[in-house]
């Protein structure tokens, strides 16, 4: 499965923002994303078995509890394939912070 297609499900977006913050008990994240998103446990379990299975994720058995992590080289392989669009976005976000910042200047704010 290609890393957008991974990336692409928002259930699977936020089992990664979960897991980004920590390792973590899949019965701990199927609680959170069963809640926000009003899901099965059998359809969570298939979320983690796709970020599994495509290298998101790895799993480590802790007696009867399965601890997942992020597995970052996928996201190196994302962060690669965007690296030739930041030139869009770049200088942008740089004007943006310097047009912020003298405005805080102005205003005494900053």
Known sequence: MHAFDV???PVRRRLLELLAERERAAGDMTAIV???FGITQSAVSQHLRVLRDSGFATVRPLGAVRLYSVNAEPMRDVDQWLERFR???TPRLEALATEVARGQRES???
Request: proline fraction near 0%.
């Open 34 to 36: 069963q809640r926000e």
């Open 108 to 110: 005494g704010t900053g």
């Open 7 to 9: 990336l692409g499900d």
């Open 87 to 89: 030139g869009f976005w």
